[in-house]
């Protein structure tokens, strides 16, 4: 059922960091973007013929703000990163209509992961991989809705099957983050203990 894999991940998402992640100003941000979204992915409307979702309008709006105050060539570097994984989000589209290709694998884990492994190759930085996805992920929505727009196969813009994609990508992203982030704090406590012992206190 398509919608499935966004609404698990999401309200997963949204218990975990409501009730297990310490009180903070970002944890009340994430929570309530992460709701707006749930109630966004409900929200459908059509502008000239064109269905369109609310969260993938929502999405890209926080994706914006995301980089907002990137300039100069960090900038251009975002621009760059975020089209080479909407073309890549696109042209997966495009190569799974128009070739005779059978996907023995589910096409959601087939594109979630390549979509991550781009974000993750492209944003070295974890704290700019969410802004690559998001924006990644609207912009070759975009890309699939007007190149499918005057053909055969019209198609909703951010239809919860591309919902589908997005949760999978973002929630493998988030995955090995954290799994960086583990690997991180286990060498600082390592490396602290070494200090530790090569410098005994003195009796």
């Given at each position: 059922?398509?919608?499935?894999?966004?609404?698990?991940?999401?309200?997963?998402?949204?218990?975990?960091?409501?009730?297990?992640?310490?009180?903070s100003k970002v944890r009340t941000k994430l929570a309530v973007v992460l709701l707006l979204?749930?109630?966004?992915?409900?929200?459908?409307?059509?502008?000239?013929?064109?269905?369109?979702?609310?969260?993938?309008?929502?999405?890209?709006?926080?994706g914006?703000?995301?980089?907002?105050?990137?300039?100069?060539?960090t900038l251009l570097y975002v621009c760059m990163g975020t089209w080479v994984i909407a073309a890549a989000y696109a042209g997966f589209h495009f190569i799974e209509v128009f070739d005779p290709v059978v996907l023995?694998?589910?096409?959601?884990?087939?594109l979630g992961p390549i979509i991550a492994v781009l974000v993750l190759l492209l944003a070295?930085?974890?704290r700019k991989r969410f802004s690559f996805v998001i924006l990644g992920f609207t912009h070759g929505e975009w890309l699939v809705t007007f190149g499918f727009r005057h053909s055969y196969h019209p198609v909703e813009l951010g239809s919860f099957?591309?919902?589908d994609v997005f949760m999978v990508s973002s929630f493998l992203i988030a995955c090995w983050s954290a799994l960086e982030?583990?690997?991180?704090?286990?060498?600082?406590?390592?490396?602290?203990?070494?200090?530790?012992?090569?410098?005994?206190?003195?009796?």
């Amino acid at each position: 059922m398509s919608g499935g894999y966004f609404f698990w991940f999401a309200w997963t998402s949204w218990i975990v960091i409501t009730f297990f992640v310490p009180k903070s100003k970002v944890r009340t941000k994430l929570a309530v973007v992460l709701l707006l979204l749930i109630i966004m992915s409900g929200i459908q409307f059509t502008i000239g013929g064109q269905a369109i979702n609310a969260s993938v309008i929502f999405l890209q709006m926080i994706g914006y703000f995301l980089v907002r105050r990137s300039k100069g060539t960090t900038l251009l570097y975002v621009c760059m990163g975020t089209w080479v994984i909407a073309a890549a989000y696109a042209g997966f589209h495009f190569i799974e209509v128009f070739d005779p290709v059978v996907l023995i694998v589910d096409r959601i884990w087939l594109l979630g992961p390549i979509i991550a492994v781009l974000v993750l190759l492209l944003a070295v930085d974890r704290r700019k991989r969410f802004s690559f996805v998001i924006l990644g992920f609207t912009h070759g929505e975009w890309l699939v809705t007007f190149g499918f727009r005057h053909s055969y196969h019209p198609v909703e813009l951010g239809s919860f099957a591309s919902l589908d994609v997005f949760m999978v990508s973002s929630f493998l992203i988030a995955c090995w983050s954290a799994l960086e982030w583990l690997a991180t704090w286990i060498a600082s406590i390592t490396d602290r203990r070494k200090q530790t012992s090569s410098h005994p206190s003195a009796s």
